[in-house]
């Protein structure tokens, strides 16, 4: 976070005519505030295809979603400027484009450094599920996703920021996205550090108690350069022996943000985003950042 200008940040709301977007921008919002960032409403036309021979129809088609985005677009910047009010040095834009989904919202604003995304409590008999578009950006977006599970009550904005850490270069850039975020809402940091990414120990006869001074010590050292940087935020360090996912997620319940790495310690390069990541924004409350540094 702190490797990007504040001048030259961007933060898009993912919009369309869903309650879900609503949360998203009005996140969105509340975050270019907080950061003196561009606002940027984003719009994506993903055509519907069908075979036709009058040609006449797929063009009136496309009109019909030109406008209906068009709409969707206005009904988002009169949110956003409400969200912002008065606030002079947050300017607004709005952008719409043609394509699939998700590598067009992803390429949209070239510059991005945060996409903000409303991901709808959508129920099953596996419990909620991230949205189709969320977790597409989350796995392919070129910079941060927030996703955003309902709007955010007035109180939460006092809570703490969690983090999780554990020794990723990802989680490196995610450990300074949440001294800043932290440090900008004035609110403690929670930092999580879990030593095994499975439960292991039993298994291999292993004690915890031995291997906690370890645990302790390394993350003091992943946390040093940022209390350095940020020494008016107040820390609380949460160290576990395994279990990543279900750990931050009992932390998040308390939390007003949690900010996780975008692959672990154990995903492979080629894997965008990991599988602590993904459960954590499933299945937080709080809004949750998969923290990327901007292409």
Request: contains cysteine.
């Amino acid at each position: 976070m702190g490797t990007v200008e504040k001048s030259q940040r961007v933060i898009v709301a993912a919009v369309d005519d869903s309650a879900a977007s609503d949360w998203a921008v009005r996140w969105a919002a509340d975050e270019a505030v907080r950061h003196g960032a561009r606002l940027t409403l984003a719009h994506v036309v993903s055509p519907i295809t069908f075979s036709t021979p009058d040609r006449r129809i797929s063009d009136r088609v496309m009109r019909w979603q030109t406008r209906r985005g068009h709409r969707a677009l206005a009904h988002a910047l009169e949110i956003a400027t409400d969200q912002i009010g008065s606030t002079p040095d947050v300017p607004i834009e709005c952008e719409i484009g043609y394509g699939a989904i998700i590598p067009t919202l992803s390429t949209l604003v070239p510059d991005a450094w945060m996409i903000a995304v409303g991901s709808p409590p959508r129920m099953s008999w596996g419990g909620r599920r991230l949205g189709s578009v969320s977790a597409g950006l989350c796995r392919h977006a070129p910079c941060s996703v927030a996703v955003v599970h309902g709007d955010i009550p007035k109180e939460s904005l006092e809570r703490p920021v969690v983090v999780g850490i554990d020794g990723s270069q990802a989680s490196t850039y995610a450990i300074g996205v949440a001294f800043e975020e932290a440090s900008r809402r004035r609110v403690p940091l929670i930092a999580v550090h879990v030593w095994s990414d499975v439960g292991v120990f039993p298994a291999l006869g292993m004690k915890w108690e031995t291997r906690r001074d370890a645990g302790e010590k390394a993350l003091g050292e992943f946390l040093a350069p940022w209390l350095e940087h940020h020494p008016d935020v107040v820390v609380t360090r949460r160290l576990f022996c395994d279990l990543p996912a279900h750990w931050l997620l009992m932390e998040a319940r308390r939390a007003g943000l949690v900010v996780v790495g975008s692959r672990g310690r154990g995903g492979f390069e080629s894997l965008t985003l990991g599988s602590v990541a993904t459960a954590v924004a499933t299945a937080s409350d709080a809004p949750v950042i998969v923290a990327r540094p901007p292409r």
